[in-house]
């Protein structure tokens, strides 16, 4: 079975979702599923570090060495695409599978991400959501962008929980529930 | 016509476990607060915002022994538009 780097599935991730993506925008959706992905987990899905690029989130270290693994591993292929005297990088999937070792909280992330941005052009992704999300705000061009501020506050063990609501949801699904009279009136017991 | 209103397991334990949290003469005008917040849910499902990974979510608040208390719950609606389904219970911060 092929192993990938987080990076590496991350990208392949969003390729399946958007084929033909260009570089710039699939940075930019990995960068929302680490930021979402730390509001809620208080960890990034990904290991992108990324710093304020001149087309806003990006880890071209990383970035590039991911991409180059998917191209070994046959996963990807890129072509270029001459707009006006811009040459777009657009990245694709191929067909070979391959199975993603995502947590099912990570890949509820990165569904919502790619089922909320996805639709979103350049400009919109850039200026009406990347550019207005916290580290982005406080981030300096040219520098390292603080993305633990995204982090959840910890410590409230009786606050939201992605995975809790998760496995709610799994419990919904196999109907392991009770109506809410009869949960209210044990508890009434209970609380005498 | 308001929807049935039922607890997953796991939305029982996060209940269970805010009451719990309460002083013992808190908890019942904390039980039923929060039956009567769920029912008014059930009375009108669709008013509940989208967050948390865009999932319908509903925000209670209520009284208790002069102390107000901030709750929130996540929640599925069936497709048959029978049930709702609350998944997670949770506090939330002021």
Redesign the interface.
Known sequence: MTTLSRNAQVLRYFLEAAPGVGRTKLAKYAYLADLEARKYLGRPVSEFRYVFDRHGPFDAKAFFAAKQELHHAGLATESEVTIGSYVEHRMHPTNRAFEYTFSLAEARVLEYVASTYLSLNARELCEDVVYMTEPMVQAKPGKQIPMRIANRPTGDRLGFDLERMLAGEVSAEARRVRPLSAVTNELRDRAH | MSY?????????E??????D?LP?AR??DA??A??AA??RL?ANPRLAQHE????PSYRFNFISDGVRYHW?C?F?ISQDEIQV????I????M
């Open positions: 049935e209103i039922e607890l997953t397991d796991v939305a029982l996060d209940f269970q476990n805010l009451i949290s013992t908890r019942r039980i039923d929060v039956e769920l029912q059930a948390h990974l865009g999932r929130g996540t599925l389904s609350v998944t997670h949770f506090r939330i911060p």
